[in-house]
C-alpha cells in the first residue's frame, strides 16, 4: 500500500506556544474530517507518514503578522515510488478575529 511522507523544509510562523495564531495542520485523508497527523507552526518531526495515499494540508492564520512561511515537500513511499491518484491537497483558512 502506498503512503505519503511529507517534510518541512521550512518552517517559521507567528510564535504561541499552542499555535493559536498561525499553524499547518496535516491530515491522513482527504479532508479535515479525516484522521489529523499534526499541527505545527514553530517545530515539526522530520518527516511525518500517512497511512494512505493522500494527505490534506490547512494553513491557518490570524492575519496579524506577515513574516511567517513554510515549506513542504513529499513523496510517495510503500511499494514503489509511483503512486495512485492522490497526493497533497491544500487549503488555506483565514480565521477573522473579532
Same mark, same amino acid.
Given at each position: ?23 499547518? /495542520?496535516?491530515? $491522513? !485523508?482527504?479532508?479535515?474530517? &479525516?484522521?489529523e ?7 515539526? =518531526? ?17 492575519l /496579524?503578522?506577515? $513574516? !511567517?512561511?513554510?515549506?513542504? &515537500? ?9 503512486? =495512485? ?14
Open positions: 500500500m502506498q503512503a505519503i511522507e511529507v517534510r518541512f523544509d521550512e518552517l517559521s510562523l507567528e510564535y504561541e506556544p499552542y499555535c493559536g495564531y498561525d499553524s499547518v /495542520t496535516l491530515y $491522513d !485523508g482527504s479532508n479535515a474530517n &479525516s484522521p497527523l499534526g499541527a505545527y507552526c514553530t517545530a515539526a =518531526p522530520d518527516s511525518i507518514t500517512s497511512a494512505g495515499a493522500t494527505v490534506f494540508v490547512v494553513f491557518e492564520t490570524d /496579524t503578522a506577515n $513574516d !511567517g512561511r513554510f515549506l513542504l &515537500s513529499w513523496s510517495f513511499v510503500g511499494q514503489g515510488n509511483q503512486g =495512485p491518484p492522490g497526493g497533497l491537497i491544500c487549503t488555506i483558512v483565514i480565521l477573522h478575529c473579532h
